[in-house]
């Protein structure tokens, strides 16, 4: 047993130790030099065959040599469990600093925004807002704005009835709650009427269900003109300062003189494109001068009254402004639409 010897197994155990990258392994040394067939206890316990001058100097270094490869072993251990412990902390840490997951803001339906756009401006200009039930009567939708039954102007609204006994029906346009508010209240009366109607179409500009926005002014002296310049001015602000307006004589049983709204067309500028079909216009609403009759119907002297009407559809206008090419997608509820506007 030379102290070379000695010497190199202490330096190979250290090497070894210093190597070892997991307590298995580690253990694996423990055994190997310290358990109880390991080198140094075999040494130890070779001892009594060293000659006896050497023998005590050879336990001495035997012991120093367990000594120190016992606490390498401890080192090492507390080295691999901590490196441990490091691993398993940061593999179960939460990175704090990752951005939250965002909240979505909601928002106003493109309708609701164009909606709220036109009440705007009508009220800006002293229309007070009114509305009225959807299930309507034969009498408010058609009747009272003087088309009676088997008129043939009824077959310019296809009408989606619920009961044809109590005569009741989706109303197909906001004007009966003309006849509602005028029934209720004595001249003058200035309103708009925004709100759902309902008939029976469907293709990529037209809806079972849209929207509407009836405007109704009556009072001693209200004229054409009145109408032409309160439109002219609406669809001034709605589109564009420079939109070109142009007044067609129409045909509505509920007014007298009727008229139809055009304005020039917002895709090509007039020019004639697919939209307008090479027209350069496009129809925006119907108007006209109230017919007595109406007035007659809700107890108004016609003699002393006067009034003038419109109606237009929120979807079209929110189509021209913002460039839809089919109603549809206003009511899929798609957020990747919805969420452009
Ligand atoms: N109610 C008509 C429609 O739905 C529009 C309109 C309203 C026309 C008022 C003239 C006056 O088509």
Known sequence: MSKNELTRIKKEARD???QVKNIKELDELKIKYLGKKGILTQLLRGLKDVAQEERAQVGKTLNEMKEEIGSLVKDKEAKIQEVAIGAKLKEESIDITLPGKPLGLGKLHIITQVMEEIKDIFIKMGFA?????EVETDYYNFEALNMEQEHPARDMWSTLYIDSKNNTLLRT?????????????SPPVRIIVPGKVYRHD???????MFHQV??????KEVTFSDLKGTLSIFLKQIFASDVGIRFRPSFFPFTEPSAEVDISCVICKGKGCRVCKGTGW?????AGM????????????PEEVIGYAFGMGVERIAMLKCGIDDIRLFFENDLRFLKQF
């Open 282 to 286: 496009i129809e925006i609403l119907g």
């Open 129 to 133: 807002v009114a509305e009225g039930p």
């Open 214 to 219: 009836e405007g109704l002014w009556v009072d």
């Open 173 to 185: 346009h906001t004007s009966p709650v003309q006849i509602r508010v005028m029934e209720k209240e």
């Open 290 to 301: 109230v017919n007595p009759r109406v007035l007659k119907n809700v107890g108004y002297n």
């Open 16 to 18: 070894q130790i210093i």
């Open 202 to 208: 469907l293709d990529i500009s037209h809806a079972p």
